[in-house]
């Protein structure tokens, strides 16, 4: 049964992929009833081939409500995804939108918000000020990339963020 279930899962993944509006409509569908935290990569990609509005807004809607086990370390996984890059401002914003625990991949979010963009940057911040408490040693480490970071942002906008950021991580461990 359970070997059944997965290829149909697997069959749902590839759908996903597919140009006919309808396969993919109706594989967001089954994920959406049946899916499990595998979901999540396989949906991210299908977001990042897609330009059809529809599609997107089927998969921001399930992946903002995604609440499965292991959905946080998928998140995770799909930030260090090259194919994926152009959707990773929907992979952190998934951390706040479904409410995860962000606060185990502190670092890897901070790091997030250095490499990305000014919009990625925003959304780490967002997430982490969401989150009840986060691991001070992550914070620390943290705030030394952040500071650096800064040092060499020659961007106005996403300099405001990770000044943004690094009040906040100060905060969390109560440094000025």
């Given at each position: 049964?359970?070997?059944?279930?997965?290829?149909?899962?697997?069959?749902?993944?590839?759908?996903?992929?597919?140009?006919?509006?309808?396969?993919?409509?109706?594989?967001?569908?089954?994920?959406?009833?049946?899916?499990?935290?595998?979901?999540?990569?396989?949906?991210?990609?299908?977001?990042?081939?897609?330009?059809?509005?529809?599609?997107?807004?089927?998969?921001?809607?399930?992946?903002?409500?995604?609440?499965?086990?292991?959905?946080?370390?998928?998140?995770?996984?799909?930030?260090?995804?090259?194919?994926?890059?152009?959707?990773?401002q929907t992979?952190?914003?998934?951390f706040w939108?479904?409410?995860?625990?962000?606060?185990?991949?502190?670092?890897?979010?901070?790091?997030?918000?250095?490499?990305?963009?000014?919009?990625?940057?925003?959304?780490?911040?967002t997430v982490?000020?969401?989150?009840?408490?986060?691991?001070?040693?992550?914070?620390?480490?943290?705030?030394?990339?952040?500071?650096?970071?800064?040092?060499?942002?020659?961007?106005?906008?996403?300099?405001?963020?990770?000044?943004?950021?690094?009040?906040?991580?100060?905060?969390?461990?109560?440094?000025?």
């Amino acid at each position: 049964m359970a070997g059944k279930k997965q290829d149909l899962l697997d069959h749902a993944f590839a759908a996903l992929l597919s140009d006919d509006d309808a396969k993919v409509l109706a594989a967001i569908a089954y994920v959406q009833e049946r899916g499990d935290a595998r979901a999540i990569i396989p949906l991210l990609q299908a977001l990042a081939r897609t330009s059809d509005q529809h599609r997107q807004q089927k998969i921001h809607e399930l992946l903002y409500q995604v609440k499965v086990k292991d959905a946080a370390a998928e998140l995770v996984k799909a930030l260090d995804e090259p194919e994926l890059r152009g959707v990773r401002q929907t992979v952190i914003a998934t951390f706040w939108n479904a409410g995860l625990d962000a606060a185990p991949h502190t670092e890897k979010l901070v790091a997030s918000a250095v490499e990305g963009t000014a919009e990625e940057c925003f959304e780490c911040l967002t997430v982490l000020e969401n989150q009840e408490e986060l691991p001070e040693k992550a914070v620390l480490q943290g705030i030394k990339l952040v500071n650096a970071a800064i040092a060499s942002n020659t961007d106005e906008y996403k300099g405001v963020m990770l000044g943004s950021l690094l009040v906040e991580l100060k905060a969390r461990v109560g440094k000025d």
